[in-house]
């Protein structure tokens, strides 16, 4: 069962618009939350986290949001580049649980100039 | 540091034959982590080493799958016998490990095609 869900596989955004890139959870023991990007033929990348005691990190062009009672979190990146298309991966884990990441399908966005 | 290293970066072979996939975790790095990535599952996890130990193994498909660790600085991922429905990119991905299992670094990959 897959417990972080990407519901959008793919998205589309003119260069200087915003990206928003949505992620859902199941498991409410879930206290911390990354984003991965992901270009083709690379491993993927570390970009941004958060904690579950935030609701927002901000780090330059990209913005995370949490939303612990809807188990939501989004991934905001303006204004959005070419460079910034690739697959984001978003993923969950507990801390001091010892487990592994656990990741969602993927949303592959596409800037278009 | 070179970061998590992979070897072969692709492979490709035929059905039945047996694939041994390798991996150089980051030195100091104590938990190790293999994933698959297909277009139907996205990234799911395999299996998960903390201090040369599994820890979890769910993931693991099937009998024909195999992972071990044999030191700190190495670890391989074997199927024997592969089939084409195996075919995806492994990835190895290290973290510092304990309880500050955070952010996880990713090798390059191995795209696998069994034909």
């Known amino acids: 069962d897959q417990q972080v869900k990407q519901n959008s596989p793919s998205l589309s955004v003119q260069e200087g618009r915003i990206s928003i890139l949505n992620c859902d959870y199941t498991?409410?023991?879930?206290?911390?939350f990354l984003w991965y990007k992901k270009y083709p033929a690379e491993g993927p990348t570390f970009l941004i986290s958060?904690?579950?005691?935030?609701d927002k990190n901000e780090d330059g062009r990209f913005t995370v949001f949490l939303n612990k009672s809807a188990k939501h979190l989004s991934l905001h990146i303006v204004p959005s580049q070419p460079g910034d298309s690739a697959v984001y991966f978003c993923?969950?884990?507990?801390?001091?649980?010892?487990?592994?990441?656990?990741f969602g399908k993927g949303t592959s966005l596409l800037v278009t100039p | 540091d070179a970061g998590v290293i992979q070897s072969p970066r692709h492979e490709v072979t035929e059905m039945g034959q047996e694939v041994t996939l390798r991996c150089k975790p980051i030195?100091?790095?104590?938990?190790l982590f293999w994933y698959r990535q297909t277009m139907m599952r996205g990234l799911e996890l395999l299996i998960y080493?903390?201090?040369?130990?599994?820890?979890?193994d769910s993931g693991m498909p099937e009998d024909r799958f195999s992972a071990k660790m044999p030191n700190a600085s190495f670890s391989t991922l074997k199927i024997q016998p592969s089939e084409p429905r195996d075919s995806a990119v492994y990835f190895c991905?290290?973290?510092?490990?304990?309880?500050?299992?955070?952010?996880?670094?990713f090798g390059q990959g191995t795209r696998l095609t069994v034909v």
């Open positions: 993923a969950a884990n507990i801390l001091n649980s010892g487990y592994a990441l656990n």
């Open positions: 958060i904690s579950s005691i935030k």
């Open positions: 030195s100091g790095h104590n938990s």
């Open positions: 991905a290290s973290s510092p490990g304990g309880t500050e299992n955070t952010e996880a670094f």
């Open positions: 080493f903390n201090n040369n130990v599994p820890i979890d």
């Open positions: 498991n409410s023991m879930f206290d911390y």
